[in-house]
């Protein structure tokens, strides 16, 4: 079974300043999805950004980035330019690329509470 | 386009009662992902629904039934509920729920067992 691990429950980072929130994953499968979803207190998970396993380039949506280790199965989310809307939990998942659709779930970590300093 | 709809937002139960959550997934969207969301386990796989059928299961004991409408709407139903039932459910619908589709996710339901 696949396992994501958030160790950090929070995180604080000054406005207009770079984050990252840390993301490791354990799977014996070499095709997979994995992604960060944004949870703000309207509690709607919204995508963040999505990366595929057998791709070697980095993610990036404006000012959202990964960094995908495969071989130490780390995938960390840089935020930067912080602003204020970026305060919410935000969750790394996982999901396998079995064909057919017969994987569609998603794994969750525990999530990290991510506050922005004005 | 309207995004994923589930109702309703709040419901308070009784230990023993029985509860029914619904979902209703983006237009053309025809598979419906359950999730259960606490603060001591985070977010849990309950099953999908592609379909009308079920095509996978997470761990929860057999109170927790779902089914899925022609229409694509799904229903979620707990029975013989328990205080450790209380928890965020969250619906996901994407087209196919296969590899190469995004899964957008409702507001969730708040469900509260006293």
């Known amino acids: 079974a696949q396992t994501v691990t958030q160790s950090q429950p929070e995180m604080s980072v000054q406005e207009a300043e770079t984050v990252t929130l840390s993301c490791t994953y354990d799977?014996?499968?070499?095709?997979?999805?994995l992604f960060w979803y944004k949870q703000p207190p309207s509690r709607q998970m919204i995508l963040v950004i999505r990366?595929?396993?057998?791709?070697?380039q980095n993610a990036t949506e404006n000012r959202f980035s990964v960094n995908f280790q495969k071989a130490a199965k780390s995938f960390s989310l840089k935020i930067s330019d912080s602003q204020l809307g970026d305060a919410a939990m935000y969750f790394c998942?996982?999901?396998?690329?079995?064909?057919?659709?017969?994987?569609?779930?998603?794994?969750f970590g525990k999530g990290i509470t991510l506050s922005v300093r004005p | 386009k309207a995004g994923v709809t589930q109702t309703p937002r709040y419901l308070i139960k009784t230990r023993g009662q029985q509860v029914t959550l619904s979902c209703s997934p983006i237009?053309?969207?025809?598979?419906v992902s359950w999730y259960q969301q606490t603060p001591g386990q985070g977010l849990q796989f309950l099953f999908e629904?592609?379909?009308?059928?079920?095509?996978n299961k997470g761990n929860f004991p057999g109170r927790f039934s779902g089914r899925q409408f022609s229409n694509s709407r799904s229903e979620m139903n707990v029975s013989t509920l328990e205080l450790g039932d209380s928890a965020l459910y969250l619906c996901?619908?994407?087209?196919?729920?296969?590899?190469?589709?995004?899964?957008?996710f409702g507001q969730g339901t708040r469900l509260t067992v006293v």
């Open positions: 996901a619908s994407s087209l196919s729920g296969g590899e190469d589709t995004e899964a957008f």
């Open positions: 799977t014996s499968e070499s095709d997979y999805y």
């Open positions: 990366q595929e396993a057998y791709k070697q």
């Open positions: 998942a996982y999901r396998s690329a079995a064909r057919g659709g017969a994987n569609s779930k998603l794994t």
């Open positions: 237009s053309g969207h025809r598979s």
């Open positions: 629904y592609f379909s009308e059928t079920q095509r």
